[in-house]
């Protein structure tokens, strides 16, 4: 009898954990739609779940006394006003660091993914992350205070940087432009202020999620190029970011250029010759251009001629569009996307670096795989970062296991 009422209270136990687990994956997976935006109603969250009315209702019930939703009356059309569903602003933030070779952008978003205040930090990369997390969590403080939020309120951090990221372990991997920063833990920095977990990606991932997120349209499989001082791309597969085994999917600026002009190009980055990112980035292309007598130091040099019309510029653009399209060539008839997105500084000669790309694209590519895609420019340039570390600071605190500890 005993051994019979052991085993009876051990499943009801399992059954309530079971039930617990049941009830914050559907708790998680309705705010995420209110917090998105996708729904503002039961009816909304109803058929985008596949959940009863009588459950959307339950669990709505438990995510406001919790005081995570609010609700209030939206507009008539003739009946009874909808109640509509949105985020308790009071619930919490989350932090977005976008992080740069010279200076970084920091952000704190609410949990609709909102940019509420945003802030530059100046970064001297050879001193170390130590020193740039000192400057960062002091700017980061002086912006929450200006939003009256404390640091207990922040619900989640995200941090971009250039180059590998071990994402599961939320550290830098060999940045070449950050010197130091290879395996460097900031959740450790972040611990002297709050408990809030975070997380660490690639910026051009974060790009991309911040770019697929914030269009109107659907988008299942996208391409984000980041074209600054060197190159990055970001995935987007069925919706969500492809990292790959390693984390390192859309490290497009190693792959090898064809042809032998560009076999004596060594690449700093992973010292091979002949990467894309040799060749295409925007010192490299500034020193070719001072070469030829242009006054270009800098990719702003650059990027400020073209704008003025100099024929030498606009042809280096172009031919970097061209090499850019060479790989993307190839990742189309791979990937398959619907759309490619170019952002970063040169992102601001859209017609001729568009041409370019788009001119080799289209001859290269199978016919079937450019009979629908788009190739263009983003319009959110300098938020992405920013917006998609916050989209993914967002979705992990509102997350089974993030509610879990946040509740």
Known sequence: MSAAFAGSGTS????????????????????????????????????????????????????????????????????????????????????????????????????????????????????????????????????????????????????????????????PMWPWTLPGWDGFRPQAAFSRMCDAPVLVDNDANLMALGEHRSRAEAVDHMIFVKFGSALGCGIISNGTVHRGANGIAGEIAHVRLRGTDYLDQLCTGCGNSGCLRAVVNGTAIAARLAEEGLPTRTKHDVISLAQQGEPRVLRAVREAGERIGEVLAILVCFHNPELIVIGGAFAALQDDLLAGIRSVVYERALAQATRRIRIETTVLNADLGLLGGGHLAVEHALSPAGLATWL
């Open 12 to 171: 009801r136990a399992v059954d309530g954990v079971e039930s617990a687990h049941t009830g914050l994956r559907e708790h998680s997976e309705l705010i995420t739609h209110i917090a998105t935006g996708r729904a503002s109603s039961k009816s909304d969250l109803a058929r985008l779940t596949g959940l009863s009315r009588t459950t959307v209702s339950k669990r709505l019930e438990g995510l406001t006394r919790r005081g995570l939703l609010t609700t209030h009356l939206g507009g008539s059309t003739g009946g009874r006003p909808a109640v509509e569903l949105g985020v308790n602003p009071a619930a919490g933030v989350v932090a977005a660091i976008d992080v740069g070779a010279a200076h970084c952008r920091v952000g704190v978003l609410d949990l609709g993914v909102r940019l509420l205040a945003d802030s530059y930090v100046d970064i001297k990369p050879d001193a170390g992350p130590e020193a740039a997390m000192d400057e960062i969590l002091t700017v980061l403080e002086e912006l929450l205070t200006g939003l009256d939020r404390r640091w207990s309120e922040v619900r989640a951090v995200c941090i971009g940087v250039p180059g590998l990221v071990d994402a599961e372990r939320a550290v």
